[in-house]
């Protein structure tokens, strides 16, 4: 079973940064998507970034909230990925979840249902 661990989160004020990190335990595996999903209190589980391969080619996503402020990259080698959060705000506290996916869907928005993996998820607090 693949274990799936992220780590970086943490408190920080408004307008910080952190730096979010995610590593899968099997090395044989190829991970062709790499996405970070982020759950608040009382609300449903959303996308924030993702990475999807795609040929040679590595095709980011963004949400809208946080777009500009957020970079996600990827070390398929280690099979890790990051999440760099700049300029935060009060409302990116949630808990963040790491999902590694196999085989992501080919569709213009990044999709993976099946043959993933999430991590346990590393709680963020932006205070104001």
């Known amino acids: 079973q693949v274990q799936v661990v992220e780590s970086g989160g943490g408190l920080v004020q408004t307008g910080g940064s952190l730096k979010l990190s995610c590593a899968a335990s099997?090395?044989?595996?190829?991970?062709?998507?790499m996405a970070w999903y982020r759950q608040a209190p009382g609300m449903q589980r959303e996308l924030v970034a993702a990475?999807?391969?795609?040929?040679?080619?590595?095709?980011?996503s963004y949400a809208d909230s946080v777009r500009g402020r957020f970079t996600i990259s990827r070390d398929n080698a280690k099979k890790t990925v990051f999440l760099q959060m700049n300029s935060l705000k009060p409302e990116d506290t949630a808990v963040y979840y790491c999902?590694?996916?196999?085989?992501?869907?080919?569709?213009?928005?990044?999709?993976?249902?099946?043959?993933?993996?999430w991590g346990q998820g590393t709680q963020v607090t932006v205070s104001s």
């Open positions: 999902q590694m996916c196999r085989w992501p869907a080919l569709t213009n928005n990044y999709d993976c249902r099946t043959d993933h993996y």
């Open positions: 990475s999807r391969l795609v040929g040679d080619a590595d095709k980011l």
């Open positions: 099997d090395s044989s595996i190829n991970f062709y998507g």
